[in-house]
């Protein structure tokens, strides 16, 4: 019998490892000209202005949504006809685009940061921050896509039929 928290296994690890993959590629930023992007700083201060505790909510809420966006994709992903790296591609550029239009400025507007001044508000696709950062975005999200789908639906990860 399979076993029902199965599916939730595996969004947890591909979640976790594209997660870190994303994290990773937006380290880059000031090596492509973007200013430091900070994101589990950002998403932490929206809990606490603690800024070490900030740190560690906002690694748990990174997380917890990559985990939560793995998921997802595990459930929309048999809805679209193409290859399995080009659903990854496509849901990819599905949360590029969310975050762009928005998430950054919802961000701008509720985030303790900007409203005391200490970031710059990153705008509507990140305008604000340069063309680097809405590309260097762009790549990373596209790459948590790939890494989710790459995973999820990897026969490696799939239970064996019984």
């Given at each position: 019998m399979r076993s029902s928290n199965t599916p939730w296994r595996r969004a947890i690890f591909a979640g976790?490892?594209?997660t870190l993959v994303f994290s990773l590629l937006l380290?880059?930023?000031?090596?492509?000209?973007?200013?430091r992007i900070d994101v589990p700083l950002w998403d932490g201060t929206l809990i606490t202005l603690n800024l070490k505790a900030a740190v560690i909510v906002g690694y748990v809420l990174e997380f917890s949504v990559g985990i939560l966006l793995a998921r997802l994709y595990e459930k929309m992903a048999p809805r679209v006809k193409s290859p399995?790296?080009?659903r990854g591609a496509?849901?990819?550029l599905a949360l590029w685009a969310s975050l762009m239009v928005a998430g950054l400025p919802l961000f701008s507007v509720v985030s303790p940061l900007v409203t005391h001044g200490l970031l710059l508000s990153p705008g509507f696709f990140a305008w604000h921050f340069g063309l680097a950062t809405t590309l260097l975005f762009m790549v990373s999200l596209l790459l948590?896509?790939?890494?989710?789908?790459?995973?999820?639906e990897s026969p490696i990860l799939r239970p064996s039929p019984r």
């Amino acid at each position: 019998m399979r076993s029902s928290n199965t599916p939730w296994r595996r969004a947890i690890f591909a979640g976790i490892l594209a997660t870190l993959v994303f994290s990773l590629l937006l380290r880059l930023a000031p090596v492509v000209g973007s200013p430091r992007i900070d994101v589990p700083l950002w998403d932490g201060t929206l809990i606490t202005l603690n800024l070490k505790a900030a740190v560690i909510v906002g690694y748990v809420l990174e997380f917890s949504v990559g985990i939560l966006l793995a998921r997802l994709y595990e459930k929309m992903a048999p809805r679209v006809k193409s290859p399995r790296l080009a659903r990854g591609a496509i849901y990819g550029l599905a949360l590029w685009a969310s975050l762009m239009v928005a998430g950054l400025p919802l961000f701008s507007v509720v985030s303790p940061l900007v409203t005391h001044g200490l970031l710059l508000s990153p705008g509507f696709f990140a305008w604000h921050f340069g063309l680097a950062t809405t590309l260097l975005f762009m790549v990373s999200l596209l790459l948590y896509g790939m890494t989710v789908s790459y995973f999820l639906e990897s026969p490696i990860l799939r239970p064996s039929p019984r």
